[in-house]
């Protein structure tokens, strides 16, 4: 499976952004599908992730209530709305997928089995 992660940007705290993540050469909506971000210095940390239908999702405490994830079976993507975002949101946003759901989500994701290249979000105050 191949993702390319896009949406990222410069944004002022306060803004919203919405990143995308397609999916090529994979039964998509096999997956399980996830963001994690990775701040300067920082361990990567998980942020989202969303089940095989989308009926179950999983939302980090640190973005909880302000970032939402979503997919689209039909386009092979999956999506990250951020609203309300914080200059601590600053990092480099990952796009990942797995067949299952676990402790494979957990902080730094060691357990992942495909991951994109990354999508730089800065937010500025």
């Known amino acids: 499976v191949q993702l390319q992660a896009s949406g990222g940007g410069p944004v002022q705290a306060g803004g919203y952004l919405r990143l995308s993540c397609a999916a090529s050469?994979?039964?998509?909506?096999?997956?399980?599908m996830g963001w994690f971000r990775q701040a300067p210095g920082k361990e990567r940390e998980f942020v989202a992730a969303?089940?095989?239908?989308?009926?179950?999702?999983y939302i980090a405490d640190s973005v909880r209530g302000r970032f939402t994830i979503s997919r689209d079976n039909a386009k092979s993507t999956v999506y990250l709305l951020m609203h309300s975002l914080k200059p601590e949101d600053t990092a480099v946003y990952y796009c990942a997928a797995d067949l299952g759901y676990g402790s494979n989500w957990n902080t730094p994701g060691e357990g992942i089995t495909y991951w994109g290249k990354g999508t730089q979000v800065t937010v500025s105050s």
């Open positions: 050469g994979g039964s998509f909506s096999r997956y399980y």
């Open positions: 969303i089940s095989w239908s989308g009926s179950g999702t």
